[in-house]
């Protein structure tokens, strides 16, 4: 299986703050990454998909990059709505992995 | 809009099996990799493996000899099966839509999650 990381694994932040998590896979995936939020007893949501592609609906100062091996969610601006875990996914084999989050809590 | 909805046994002994039945509604059914994937308590995800319409399957390796997933296509319903269930496999299980009707893609539609425990 390919192994995803992530860091950091917790990040506290302000509002306003840009914010940059960094997720690599143990072998190239090429652009076949996904980011998804997640807040407490809710299902993920998807934010962006094959690396930089942002889901419909999602707000723009959310974005994604990278390929290969290395990847990074970028928010722009953080909003209060923000707070939550996030995870990256990669699908360019089975089975699916994902990496284990990163937690943006209120500095 | 699509909407996944699920049910199935939330609390269970060891030994026994997890059975869990998803629905999907609106959109097409035809045509996608329906999945299941899992949430151990404050931890990551873990994806379990999926179904085609056609009844095709895929199974994380690491749990394939205990899990069955099937699929009922007259009622647009999809179903997962794991035996010899253990404390370990105590975890919200969520169903999931993929994003496209590839065989390997990412989620954009969820299940509302069922919380399994096992415990004697």
């Known amino acids: 299986d390919i192994q995803m990381t992530q860091s950091p694994s917790t990040l506290s932040a302000s509002v306003g703050d840009r914010v940059t998590i960094t997720c690599r896979a143990s072998?190239?995936?090429?652009?076949?990454l996904a980011w998804y939020q997640q807040k407490p007893g809710k299902a993920p949501k998807l934010l962006i998909y094959?690396?930089?592609s942002l889901e419909s609906g999602v707000p723009s100062r959310f974005s994604g990059s990278g390929s290969g091996t290395e990847f990074t969610l970028t928010i722009s601006s953080l909003q209060p709505d923000d707070f939550a875990t996030y995870y990256c996914?990669?699908?360019?084999?089975?089975?699916?992995?994902f990496g284990p989050g990163t937690k943006v809590d209120i500095k | 809009q699509v909407q996944l909805r699920q049910w199935g046994a939330g609390l269970l002994k060891p030994s026994e099996t997890l059975s869990l039945t998803c629905a999907v509604y609106?959109?097409?059914?035809?045509?996608?990799?329906w999945s299941w994937i899992r949430q151990p308590p404050g931890k990551g995800l873990e994806w379990i493996g999926d179904?085609?319409?056609?009844?095709?399957?895929n199974y994380n390796p690491s749990l394939k000899s205990r899990v069955t997933i099937s699929v009922d296509t007259s009622n647009n319903q999809f179903s997962l099966k794991l035996s010899s269930v253990t404390a370990a496999d105590t975890a919200v299980y969520y169903c999931?839509?993929?994003?496209?009707?590839?065989?390997?893609?990412?989620?954009?539609?969820w299940g509302q999650g069922t919380l399994l425990t096992v415990s004697s």
């Open positions: 999931a839509r993929p994003r496209l009707t590839a065989t390997k893609t990412c989620f954009d539609y």
């Open positions: 609106g959109g097409s059914f035809s045509g996608y990799y």
């Open positions: 179904v085609h319409h056609s009844g095709s399957t």
């Open positions: 072998q190239s995936i090429s652009s076949w």
């Open positions: 094959k690396a930089s």
């Open positions: 996914q990669q699908y360019n084999s089975y089975s699916f992995t």
